[in-house]
């Protein structure tokens, strides 16, 4: 091989391997980023303490201070937390404007800066109030175990048949909800809001149904629930990783709704 050909080839490695390792390094300082920035509003979300309601004891405690972080961001309509065992899901949740675009938050955390984690989100057809039939939130399935990555851990028969790992809460303005996990199944990629449309019954049984149809290894469904098309449902999707043909969809349905106190 010539001396200016092998200079050549290891020119091109050489640009191949520094392009590389900035590449690592902004994907990192990146991931640095989005931990600190998500740090700090889960800081200014914790719900200051105060005495309890003198009433008739109806009303619960809310579980961030919601507002402050609406101070920062007016895109924040909700903050979802799940009490399963391990799960780092204590996020606000975004629903971007139209002139935003509809999956903004993809890729802009709640600062509305360039992220690589994006934001735990809600599409724009969804009601911010979770008054929906279905209500879809979106998350990144994070390699650094944020964001919807946590759901996963469903894929654990063990873990899913204990319902202590099943419950997940939603904070709105006024209301706190109680949603308890039905499903956890891979499903497939079609838009669930474009799909289905859930002012319809007929449409919200086909949910259901398809569903229940889902019967691979990490496909999980809790049979002994009886879940109609009049339950409310909250839909957590996430990807899968090694395949843009399917989500990772865990369905949880509504079971108490307090106002807050």
Request: include cysteine; hydrophobic fraction near 40%; charged fraction near 25%.
């Amino acid at each position: 091989m010539k001396k200016g050909v092998k200079t050549a080839i290891v020119i091109c490695l050489t640009a191949v391997l520094v392009i590389g390792l900035v590449w690592i390094v902004r994907y990192y300082a990146g991931l640095k980023h989005d931990e600190d920035t998500m740090a700090e509003v889960q800081e200014t979300a914790k719900p200051v303490e105060t005495e309890p309601a003198a009433e008739t004891g109806t009303s619960v405690a809310a579980i961030a201070d919601l507002a402050s972080v609406q101070e920062k961001n007016s895109d924040v309509v909700a903050w979802i937390k799940w009490t399963g065992e391990g799960s780092v899901i204590d996020y606000p949740v975004c629903q971007s404007t139209p002139d935003e675009g509809e999956d903004y938050y993809l890729d802009h955390d709640i600062e509305k800066a360039d992220s690589i984690s994006g934001a735990i989100y809600m599409q724009q057809v969804d009601a911010p109030d979770f008054s929906d039939y279905i209500t879809v939130l979106y998350g990144h399935n994070m390699r650094n175990g944020s964001m919807f990555k946590g759901l996963h851990n469903f894929y654990d028969q063990t873990y899913f048949d204990n319902e202590e790992n099943r419950t997940f809460l939603v904070q709105t303005a006024d209301k706190l909800l109680t949603y308890k996990v039905y499903a956890a199944v891979r499903f497939g990629n079609d838009l669930i809001p474009g799909k289905y449309n859930d002012t319809v019954p007929e449409a919200r049984s086909q949910f259901l149904s398809d569903i229940a149809a889902c019967r691979d290894m990490t496909s999980h469904i809790d049979t002994s629930m009886n879940v109609t098309e009049e339950d409310k449902l909250l839909v957590m999707s996430t990807c899968v990783a090694n395949t843009h043909d399917y989500r990772y969809v865990v369905v949880a349905v509504l079971q108490d709704e307090e106002p807050l106190s």
